[in-house]
């Protein structure tokens, strides 16, 4: 359900500039906390684009911008407000501030940060073609969610140490091109890499190929090693680029083999020194607008012109044998399996279809065409 914003307080951080300020909005009844931060190059004739930044799981907004994903200086640079919201407490889980509350819970922070976005654009000038989002592990995931289910107003987003449930992109809307980048550690004992642990989650190849279908990107990336600068930290990295996606928008994985469950950085002893997550993040995400690429030439399309049909795949999970349910009429069906390749194909004809495929056990995305968008839905064949 969705809430009103009742107020919003202004508290300057008594030492800092008056760049930086500690706000929050009243909604569905809290006082909800964010730390705003305005480069000195902000004017209010000039929009600009807006950065929001993710603390972990049991985190806190000030400890994740001085310790972890201080964006402040590339801020200065790049000339975009930066916001680090805070999670509220979840009695489900130990009182620790998280994204994602436990089960049973009607708390859902998305609505909260549409209302933040929302209230952002009034007090100052945001571009809005050009709202990212970015976290480190619960965030991370928290990130994950935002592309799916605000889709209408996040641009791209970057999850650093971050996962999926399961069940995280089963209630995807998406309309427009999405660019995402991933940054996991091979030997992330929180979020494995490989998820085969139990905990419910998709694996990183999983994640990348969901959003390389859902983008039509190449089936196969572009695998570019990252100089090995610092031998001695135990790890190196491999840069996945899966390219050519609709508005030439790129899925990115930064992949660290021998990496943990942290945010990379040469100013941290105990991270991997080779890449710098926070430069990594905003170099990705800002190429970026609602149409893709900033410099790609493409026709652009209003997502407020849009309106996606409603899909669902019954039964899911099952044994090859289920039934696409649109609300519009279907074009074509296609299935791919975690490499992006296109392993059943399906010619549309009425709003529900039946398909029987034969493949290995595993996940599968389904990507269902439409005259009004696509949609694409993880399928496991069991």
Known sequence: MRRMINIMLFVPIIGLSQQQSLESINYDGNDREY?????????ANNPVPLLLAFHG????????????????????TAGFILVYPQALEDPNDGNSTNWLHKEPTDHKDIFFVEALIDNIGTNYSIDTDRIYACGYSLGGM???????????????????AG????GAFSSCDIYHPTAVQSING??????????????GYFSVAAIDSFW?????????????????VNTADGSSVERY??????????VEELKITGGGHDWPSPLSPFTNQDINATSEVWNFVSKYNMNGLIECDTISTSISSLTLPTVSL????SNGTFTVHSTQSILQIEVYNLLGKQVATEVGEGRNIALSMVQPTGLYFVKVLHNEGDVTLPYLLE
């Open 142 to 160: 928290f990130s994950y969610d935002l592309a799916c289910q605000l889709n209408n107003k996040i641009t791209a987003i970057s999850s650093v």
């Open 314 to 317: 019954q039964p899911n999970p």
């Open 163 to 166: 996962a999926a449930f399961f």
């Open 57 to 76: 799981g049991s985190g806190f907004a000030d400890d994740f911008m001085n310790n972890e994903a201080d964006f402040r200086s590339i801020s200065d």
């Open 35 to 43: 730390i705003i931060y305005i480069p000195q190059s902000y004017s």
């Open 212 to 228: 390389a279908v859902n983008n039509n990107t190449d089936a196969l990336p572009i695998i570019t090693p990252i100089p090995d």
């Open 186 to 199: 091979t030997e992330d004992g929180i979020h494995p890499y490989d998820d085969q642990n139990g905990w």
């Open 241 to 250: 680029s899966w390219i050519n996606g609709d508005g030439c928008v790129s």
